[in-house]
């Protein structure tokens, strides 16, 4: 990393600076132009960030010479039938283009690790589609793939 970065909670004067992340974090799996987002779900998920009563986190990270924003994470906390002990589930994570493999990845992964923690959570854990190899090689090494295949249905 060419320059310092500092990994911190979002901040609702942050939101001119996460949305075009967010917005790139969707086209990269597809979500653009006639299938974007509905304005409406982007609005709420920022709004439940800053909810205490959500369990919904983002975390960001900076560069910290610029103030730019390199790179988001958004996580949830949940209940486990497996479990005594919440969990985490790593929602989405995003690097600025011209961020990748300088460790913002990587600082952002293991912030919501220390998050978890924190919170007594027993396991974060993620998906990704099977396409995005430059993050899977990044995943390897901080995660083990159990194997699970991804199943839904749009209700």
């Known amino acids: 990393m060419t320059a310092a970065i500092t990994v911190r909670p979002v901040q609702p004067e942050d939101y001119a600076a996460w949305r075009p992340l967010w917005d790139r974090y969707n086209a990269f799996y597809g979500r653009f132009g006639a ?30 010479a610029s103030g ?3 790179g988001l994470t958004h996580y949830v906390s949940h209940r486990s039938m497996t479990r005594i002990e919440p969990v985490c589930y790593l929602s989405d994570l995003f690097t600025r283009e011209a961020a990748r493999g300088r460790g913002v990845g990587r600082a952002l992964i293991e912030a919501v690790y220390d998050s978890a923690r ?33 199943y839904a249905q749009e209700l």
């Open 35 to 64: 299938t974007a987002l509905p304005e409406h779900i982007t609005q709420t998920t920022w709004q439940r960030f800053h909810d205490a009563a959500e369990p919904m986190f983002c975390l960001v990270a900076q560069n910290d």
């Open 68 to 70: 730019e924003l390199l």
């Open 118 to 150: 924190a919170a007594k959570s027993s396991r974060v854990y993620w998906q990704t589609h099977e396409s995005n190899t430059a993050g899977r090689q990044l995943y390897d090494k901080l995660a083990k793939h159990h194997g699970f295949i991804v």
